[in-house]
């Protein structure tokens, strides 16, 4: 079997074993693709590498500048596709065991303040075009901390019988309830009934979206890409500077926002969809760092001129 279909194989079954997403897939073909060429260059198959060939790749991608999180899930690929090879009776090794990786920096996420958050919706109703939809999105996403993948993809009966809460099917298939607040379920409402009013009056000119943002294009509903557009739109109106306004961000704002609230790290896993607490902690960070940057900028003893009297 040639490597191309080594690798086509290990693609198909995570797609049918996890329900990997395409997005997944296509990183798993980049990563799996370069250490096949880099391979290639050495003469060396995936089916015949060793562990000293992995270490090698590694090796050359620290010399190419590739960072640490990069270089980490590389390996994770090589792990997995590994693993799959063993399992498949591709191979009778998996020499990617007890591999040491680079490991990550544990890099801060960025996140956005409440008067940002609510001078972009702000923004979001009174933009010129779209500002149901856009204020919606917004409203919802801040409120309920989802991937924007899975909020542009949510079929519009979710949104059916002003629910309390929305069940968001995550990453892997799996599904969690998160709830909404009643600012969002208003937006939701306001957006359906705009929504519901356009598809009438298109008289039954092709099927009906069964998604909530629908979009003409190939997707059926709006893309990533178009919420990114969006996003920076509402960032200029709202004077902020657009690189600072990402889809993350909102999601780590409403992480973030919840647990200087009193939120429990165990509550926002659940909503986050974190497989791992360990993962939720970070936000603990976010918080330490701006409780450390409020002491030395507003306590009265850390000021230059302060008086300890």
């Given at each position: 079997m040639s490597e191309g279909r080594w690798i086509e194989a290990f693609?198909?079954?995570?797609?049918?074993?996890?329900?990997?997403?395409?997005?997944?897939?296509?990183?798993?073909?980049?990563?799996?693709?370069?250490?096949?060429?880099?391979?290639?260059?050495?003469?060396?198959?995936?089916?015949?590498?060793?562990?000293?060939?992995?270490?090698?790749?590694?090796?050359?991608?620290?010399?190419?500048?590739?960072?640490?999180?990069?270089?980490?899930?590389?390996?994770?690929s090589i792990r997995q596709?590994?693993?799959?090879?063993?399992?498949?009776?591709?191979?009778?090794?998996?020499?990617?065991?007890?591999?040491?990786?680079?490991?990550?920096?544990?890099?801060?996420?960025?996140?956005?303040?409440?008067?940002?958050?609510?001078?972009?919706?702000?923004?979001?109703?009174?933009?010129?075009?779209?500002?149901?939809?856009?204020?919606?999105?917004?409203?919802?996403?801040?409120?309920?901390?989802?991937?924007?993948?899975?909020?542009?993809?949510?079929?519009?009966?979710?949104?059916?019988?002003?629910?309390?809460?929305?069940?968001?099917?995550?990453?892997?298939?799996?599904?969690?309830?998160?709830p909404l607040s009643v600012t969002a379920r208003e937006a939701l409402a306001h957006w359906l009934s705009e929504r519901d009013g356009a598809e009438a009056a298109r008289g039954g000119a092709g099927p009906a979206s069964r998604f909530l943002f629908p979009s003409r294009g190939s997707a059926g509903h709006l893309t990533r890409q178009g919420f990114f557009g969006m996003l920076k739109e509402l960032a200029l109106r709202a004077g902020i500077p657009p690189e600072r306004v990402t889809p993350h961000r909102l999601r780590h704002a409403f992480a973030t926002h919840l647990l200087a609230g009193g939120a429990d790290l165990r509550s926002i896993q659940v909503m986050l969809g974190h497989a791992d607490v360990a993962t939720t902690e970070i936000y603990t960070h976010v918080l330490d760092e701006k409780l450390k940057e409020l002491v030395l900028t507003r306590h009265p003893l850390a000021q230059p001129d302060g008086d300890a009297s």
């Open positions: 693609l198909d079954t995570i797609a049918a074993e996890r329900d990997a997403a395409l997005n997944t897939r296509m990183a798993y073909r980049r990563d799996l693709e370069d250490f096949a060429v880099w391979l290639a260059g050495r003469r060396v198959h995936l089916g015949t590498a060793t562990r000293s060939d992995i270490d090698g790749y590694l090796s050359s991608c620290e010399a190419d500048g590739l960072s640490k999180a990069t270089r980490a899930r590389r390996l994770s596709f590994f693993r799959f090879a063993l399992d498949e009776g591709l191979r009778t090794d998996n020499p990617s065991l007890r591999l040491a990786g680079p490991g990550r920096s544990r890099k801060l996420p960025g996140t956005l303040d409440v008067p940002e958050i609510e001078a972009l919706i702000a923004a979001a109703r009174t933009a010129p075009r779209d500002r149901t939809r856009s204020t919606c999105l917004l409203e919802v996403l801040y409120a309920t901390g989802m991937r924007v993948s899975e909020l542009v993809s949510l079929p519009v009966g979710a949104a059916r019988g002003d629910p309390r809460v929305l069940l968001v099917k995550g990453k892997g298939g799996k599904e969690r309830i998160v």
